[in-house]
């Protein structure tokens, strides 16, 4: 089973005294137990497969001309995004970044079948790479008691390992 799992359920049209209308797609995104919805176009669908055209090969996307806009065109046109995009989770060990940004997932650890690198948001190779900076580090371990030959104690490592393993306990 993939971390990663998605569904188009559903599709609205949309008119605009501005520009002609348009349809919407709802995508259902299911990662790791948590279900979240994002609505897109079918030209941010495009532009989603001209960027993965850049680091990977994605399998075909369904027309971008439609003559007619019945039902039953748009319900294929739904189910050929829908496939689109599971195929792109099936046929890739790591997905791209601007994928996950498309379907609006964060960069997880825990979701392996992820990268850090590549955005749809922006094209810079540097800015798209996360930075991983220590917040600490340790010369030995924090944890250990003092050697022996040690004259005095570490009073705040003791403090810590009082406070966090013996709340209840008053210090010495």
């Known amino acids: 089973m993939h971390p990663v799992r998605v569904s188009i359920p559903s ?24 279900l979240h919805s994002v609505e897109k176009r079918y030209s941010e669908f495009h532009a989603l497969h001209k960027m993965l055209k850049k680091s990977i090969k994605p399998p075909e996307i369904p027309s971008k001309h439609v003559r007619n806009w019945v039902p039953k065109v748009l319900e294929q046109r739904r189910h050929g ?63 250990l008691l003092p050697a022996a030959h040690e004259t005095f104690s570490n009073v705040v490592i003791e403090g810590v390992v009082h406070g966090v393993f013996y709340p209840d306990v008053q210090p010495r």
């Open 11 to 34: 599709f609205r049209s949309e008119n605009s005294s501005v520009e002609k209308g348009f349809t919407v797609f709802k995508i259902d995104v299911l990662v790791n137990g948590r």
């Open 81 to 143: 995004l829908e496939l689109y995009l599971q195929t792109v989770i099936m046929e890739n060990e790591v997905l791209p970044k601007i994928f996950l940004d498309f379907l609006k997932i964060r960069h997880f650890p825990s979701v392996p079948k992820t990268e850090s690198c590549g955005s749809f948001d922006t094209e810079s190779v540097e800015s798209s790479k996360l930075s991983h900076q220590p917040v600490i580090v340790y010369l030995r371990d924090p944890y």
